[in-house]
């Protein structure tokens, strides 16, 4: 969600910014600016994040940003965490026939350990014989990942012509007895 703050005087005014739900809830400036600052005279945007740490259960939190001279902004948040799915894509490329690699990172969004496992997923060569653009880097099963804990996945991609591929890098766990997929679409 993204909304404005109006800086109504001539002085530049660093914010305070006080998160009550750090884990769930994250703010920034939009275009990555940092800190968090009113330019004399102007609005700044600003972009607040809700990563789930549950599925199905609302979570909320407070959003305070303040400056002794304009007062305090206060926002509550809420948000209800929902199965994943389609996760951002990742686009590499590579000149004819010479590899490259790239990693994906997967984040523990609970608060217990999951056990993993990875897949990759791409259609089947254009021609018998050619091997596969995309290529996994790390074993795939039996990864598990404490709360809060980071996955890096590296992946590999090389092609022998000029068409486009694709895939998916898959990540799979059981939480709660409800099968969950995290599917990564990769192109090149």
Avoid at 110 to 137: I, R
Avoid at 152 to 164: H, K, N, R, V
Avoid at 168 to 179: A, C, E, K, L, M
Wanted: glycine residues 6%; charged residues 15%; aromatic residues 8%.
């Amino acid at each position: 969600h993204i909304f404005t703050i109006t800086n109504p005087i001539g002085d530049e005014l660093p914010l305070k910014l006080r998160l009550s739900n750090p884990a769930n809830f994250s703010v920034q400036a939009a275009g990555l600016q940092q800190p968090l600052a009113l330019a004399p005279f102007s609005d700044l945007e600003v972009v607040l994040t809700y990563t789930p740490s549950a599925l199905d259960t609302e979570q909320a939190g407070e959003i305070s940003l303040s400056h002794p001279m304009l007062g305090e902004w206060l926002y509550t948040a809420k948000g209800i965490g929902l199965e994943p799915d389609l996760m951002e894509p990742n686009e590499v490329t590579a000149a004819l026939g010479q590899p490259t690699s790239s990693t994906i990172t997967f984040r523990n969004p609970f608060a217990t350990s999951l056990m993993l496992s990875v897949s990759l997923e791409q259609p089947p060569p254009v021609q018998d014989g050619m091997p596969q653009a995309f290529k996994l880097l790390r074993r795939t099963t039996a990864h598990v990942l404490a709360p809060a804990q980071a996955l890096q996945l590296p992946f590999s991609f090389a092609t022998s012509d000029m068409a486009e591929r694709s895939a998916f890098i898959v990540v799979s766990t059981d939480y709660d007895g409800r099968p969950l997929h995290w599917r990564f679409p990769l192109s090149g």
